[in-house]
């Protein structure tokens, strides 16, 4: 079982020093193309994207370690680590069907670019383009951060050691799952969600707390002397009611989460005139918990 863990952990390191390699490279070439030239640069990202067939650029003498090892786990112990062959419950431990699993913004991006191509005018397909890859622009003096990156859970209030709080009752934690209306849980790890669309790969995480214990994420730069709006992406299976303060202002009163991603709102200046700004959200009576995945705070 060890040793299955350490070849899949380095197959999937490989995989995604790679895949991370060929999106950056796809980005490039949009963020190039030249008036008149639009098509062709989609026809190359698309490529490029498309090119990630792991057999032709990584080491598949570990993935086929790793088959081999669990076949050979569920002969001697009859350890279940795929719904087919061995009869796993989906979702329940069969982490090998997830071992292709796209580690990059390739879906989101592909879907995209097949969307920007039946725009008639090129320059709608250029300001579709420019919107597509900033994304996370925040804008000038803006601040974003991605919920399920460890670089942003520095703004995370409350994460103990494990410890501290094994059973991640108290503390914040990682979750993952984009969150659809028809299902309760989502048993795949794909990147598809409200409505069955194609959604970016930073709805699949967010930072969660469970049922009425507060989320609380801070920024300590802002800007005292002009105004924000925050921008939030709420995502995750849970699809909780959640009211959001600032320093203990309200932003929003209790909203239903998981019909839309995205949200704005006001920040009022009152809530940053030190500087320094808490935002705490929780859920309403009986939700599973509070869960965010993504903030832009933006200059007005």
């Not at 990584?58 to 081999?68: G, H, I, P």
């Not at 059973?167 to 598809?192: A, C, L, N």
């Not at 019909?259 to 309403?284: H, L, M, Q």
Request: with cysteine; glycine share 8%; proline share 4%.
């Amino acid at each position: 079982m060890c040793l299955l863990r350490a070849y899949y952990d380095a197959f999937i390191q490989q995989r995604l020093i790679y895949e991370t390699a060929k999106e950056q490279r796809a980005k490039i070439i949009l963020e190039n193309a030249s008036p008149g030239n639009i098509d062709n640069a989609i026809a190359q990202a698309q490529q490029v994207l498309k090119d990630t067939v792991i057999g032709q650029h990584v080491n598949m003498k570990y993935r086929q370690r790793c088959l081999a090892l669990a076949d050979s786990l569920y002969k001697s112990i009859g350890a279940q680590l795929k719904v087919i062959p061995y009869g796993a419950e989906d979702g329940r431990g069969n982490f090998l069907d997830n071992i292709d699993t796209p580690l990059n913004d390739s879906p989101w991006l592909l879907d995209q670019l097949a969307k920007i191509e039946k725009l008639s005018d090129e320059t709608d397909r250029e300001e579709a383009i420019d919107k597509m890859l900033h994304r996370t622009d925040a804008g000038p003096g803006g601040l974003y951060d991605n919920f399920g990156l460890t670089s942003s859970k520095k703004r995370v209030i409350g994460i103990n050691q494990w410890g501290d709080d094994p059973g991640g009752i108290t503390s914040p934690t990682t979750s993952f799952g984009v969150g659809t209306k028809e299902d309760e849980w989502v048993h795949e790890i794909r990147p598809q969600g409200f409505g069955g669309q194609i959604v970016p790969k930073a709805w699949m995480t967010q930072i969660n707390t469970l049922y009425n214990q507060p989320l609380q994420i801070e920024y300590d730069e802002l800007d005292t002397a002009i105004e924000y709006k925050i921008r939030v992406a709420y995502t995750g299976r849970f699809r909780s009611k959640m009211k959001l303060t600032a320093n203990n202002i309200l932003i929003h009163d209790y909203l239903q989460t998981g019909d839309n991603p995205i949200y704005e709102f006001d920040i009022p200046k009152r809530a940053i005139t030190s500087g320094r700004i808490v935002f705490t959200w929780v859920c309403g009576e009986g939700e599973q918990g509070s869960q965010v995945s993504e903030i832009w705070l933006i200059r007005k």
